[in-house]
């Protein structure tokens, strides 16, 4: 390895602040979780919100390393070692992720059994990096004998996330797509032919202005077809059908928040 002044600095500034950020955020949330209820899962953004940073920022040490030479041994492009780099950072942050999850919610086990793991994970990292960088400034001291663990360890923590993501995308890509497409049209600006919908009779089409009214549309198409739904049907003697229809509308709607 021959790493550059900047890359040294980077790499090893990063690391640092990844170790730091352990000591400051992550062990007092896991001391303040510890006596809490952890069954609801609320945990999990607030955790999500700390390892972010911190894997981050090891992301940024570990590209420095291969930048420098670091990986060069498993024979691969610089170009796939960079992506390799991205995957490994991705990979030990849900490894870390799911001892979090194994020290809040350990059932029958000791919390004692998983925490040393959270430890060995990010510091083991953080070793690796800031003596391959600076191995000028620390003669004699070698981390060859902790490449290679680290290295297959990762890649475990890489095919355990793949094959979670995959699980995750069989079991959720009808529900959760569908749900994310739902949200990035409603937020696209309503067209003509919707704003439109708003003209529909209530005496002829009122189901169908009831239903447009009722499902997920964007705001402005929304809050018109409520609006003529309002207005309109003031004016007019309410038969027994659209009755019902309110009333499933209703339904619906408290269905929803629930």
Same mark, same amino acid.
């Given at each position: 390895?021959?790493?550059?002044?900047?890359?040294?600095?980077?790499?090893?500034? #990063?690391?640092?602040?990844?170790?730091?950020?352990?000591?400051?955020?992550?062990?007092?949330?896991?001391?303040?979780?510890?006596?809490?209820?952890? #069954?609801?899962?609320?945990?999990?953004?607030?955790?999500?919100?700390?390892?972010?940073?911190?894997?981050?920022?090891?992301?940024?040490?570990?590209?420095?390393?291969?930048?420098?030479?670091?990986?060069?041994?498993?024979?691969?492009?610089?170009?796939?070692?960079?992506?390799?780099?991205?995957?490994?950072?991705?990979?030990?942050?849900?490894?870390?992720?799911?001892?979090?999850?194994?020290?809040?919610?350990?059932?029958?086990?000791?919390?004692?059994?998983?925490?040393?793991?959270?430890?060995?994970?990010?510091?083991?990292?953080?070793?690796?990096?800031?003596?391959?960088?600076?191995?000028?400034?620390?003669?004699?001291?070698?981390?060859?004998?902790?490449?290679?663990?680290?290295?297959?360890?990762?890649?475990?923590?890489?095919?355990?996330?793949?094959?979670?993501?995959?699980?995750?995308?069989?079991?959720?890509?009808? +529900?959760?797509?569908?749900?994310?497409?739902? +949200?990035?049209?409603?937020?696209?600006?309503?067209?003509?032919?919707?704003?439109?919908?708003?003209?529909?009779?209530?005496?002829?089409?009122?189901?169908?202005?009831?239903?447009?009214?009722?499902?997920?549309?964007?705001?402005?198409?929304?809050?018109?077809?409520?609006?003529?739904?309002?207005?309109?049907?003031?004016?007019?003697?309410?038969?027994?059908?659209?009755?019902?229809?309110?009333?499933?509308? +209703?339904?619906? #709607?408290?269905?929803? +928040?629930?």
């Amino acid at each position: 390895m021959n790493p550059s002044i900047l890359q040294q600095i980077i790499g090893t500034v #990063s690391a640092s602040f990844a170790a730091l950020l352990f000591f400051l955020r992550l062990l007092p949330f896991l001391s303040e979780w510890t006596g809490k209820q952890t #069954s609801s899962d609320q945990w999990a953004i607030p955790a999500l919100n700390i390892l972010a940073p911190i894997w981050g920022l090891m992301m940024v040490a570990l590209l420095c390393m291969t930048a420098s030479g670091g990986f060069d041994w498993i024979k691969l492009g610089r170009g796939k070692l960079y992506l390799l780099t991205v995957a490994a950072a991705f990979a030990l942050a849900c490894a870390s992720y799911v001892f979090i999850a194994l020290y809040l919610r350990p059932g029958f086990t000791p919390r004692g059994l998983y925490s040393p793991f959270l430890y060995l994970i990010l510091f083991s990292t953080v070793l690796l990096v800031v003596v391959s960088l600076n191995q000028k400034l620390v003669p004699g001291v070698s981390v060859q004998w902790l490449l290679r663990p680290w290295t297959w360890f990762t890649a475990l923590s890489l095919v355990g996330s793949l094959i979670f993501a995959g699980n995750w995308i069989i079991n959720n890509s009808g +529900r959760g797509l569908a749900d994310v497409a739902t +949200r990035i049209i409603v937020l696209l600006p309503a067209t003509k032919e919707e704003l439109a919908e708003r003209r529909l009779d209530p005496e002829e089409r009122f189901r169908k202005l009831v239903w447009k009214a009722s499902r997920v549309e964007k705001p402005c198409a929304r809050r018109l077809q409520h609006a003529s739904v309002r207005i309109r049907s003031s004016c007019l003697a309410w038969p027994p059908c659209w009755i019902q229809a309110m009333r499933n509308l +209703r339904w619906r #709607s408290c269905a929803m +928040r629930s």
